[in-house]
């Protein structure tokens, strides 16, 4: 267990361990570019609150991230391969997570809103998660606060894109496209005024290549800002396409990019 305030754990990579690879139980603090694959529990599991940038979560017997009673943030994780759920979150305060990929997990892409929760997820890609009683995003319970769910991609899951268990009045979600799931587009969940039902045309992602084509190029929000002085071209999903003339990144030797 990770203990000491506040503290900052970068670019580590814990494989093999017999439970959690990473679990934080007692001190806030954040995880950067970190690693966590083929444990016998969760990859990352924390009860208080914690940040995650950049990390990355597979092959583990469990969860690749777990959070319980706490708040989370997270920005560019990559969690796949996993027995249990992508990400699962209970009884949290804030859940807010952006610009990451759940896929090819054995249970759902990622549950959330569970208990009382305040929540947003902003340009994910949720793919490939398997089963039959799986689905992109599971809410379980009715969120009872806000939540907010935009450009994101529900493509290609074992049961429905997005599931509510009751119906999803307090969710503001809109932007979303969704695709080839085994059973509906959403149950109990709102239509958006924007959303899509278009193939993604990911690059690869057998091969986890989830660049997308041009089918949602520029559908995502904000495009027109209030005041409409500034015009945005944003791509729904985590990987926006690639354009002639654009760069790289710098990836971390354990996790993803941390520069």
């Known amino acids: 267990a990770i203990s000491g305030a506040f503290n900052i754990i970068r ?28 444990n016998g529990g969760d990859g990352f599991e924390s009860n208080t609150a914690t940040i995650m940038v950049a990390c990355e979560a597979y092959l583990n017997t469990g969860r690749g991230v777990a959070n319980n009673n706490s708040s989370l943030l997270i920005h560019g994780l990559y969690t796949h391969d996993n027995t249990g759920m992508g990400l699962d979150t209970i009884n949290g305060g804030l859940q807010s997570f952006a610009w990451s990929i759940f896929e090819a997990n054995a249970s759902h892409g990622l549950e959330m809103f569970v208990g009382p929760a305040t929540g947003m997820l902003i340009n994910c890609t949720v793919d490939g998660n398997t089963g039959a009683s799986t689905d992109g995003l599971s809410m379980p319970t009715n969120p009872n606060v806000n939540a907010l769910v935009y450009n994101c991609i529900f493509s290609n899951n074992g049961r429905d894109g997005a599931r509510a268990a009751t119906d999803g009045d307090s969710l503001t979600i809109d932007y979303c496209n969704y695709f080839g799931n085994v059973g509906a587009a959403r149950t109990n969940v709102p239509t958006g005024e924007n959303d899509q039902a278009l193939d993604p045309q990911f690059t690869n992602r057998a ?38 003339g654009v760069g790289g990144s710098v990836f971390g030797a354990a996790g993803g990019v941390i520069a």
């Open 11 to 38: 670019v580590i990579e814990v494989t093999a361990a017999g439970a959690d690879g990473f679990n934080r139980t007692s001190t806030s603090g954040m995880y950067v570019g970190c690693r966590s694959f083929s």
């Open 207 to 244: 091969a986890g290549d989830f660049s997308i084509g041009a089918n949602l190029k520029a559908l995502g929000w904000p495009g027109t800002f209030p005041g409409a002085l500034s015009v945005g071209y944003l791509d729904i999903g985590a990987v926006q396409r690639q354009e002639l």
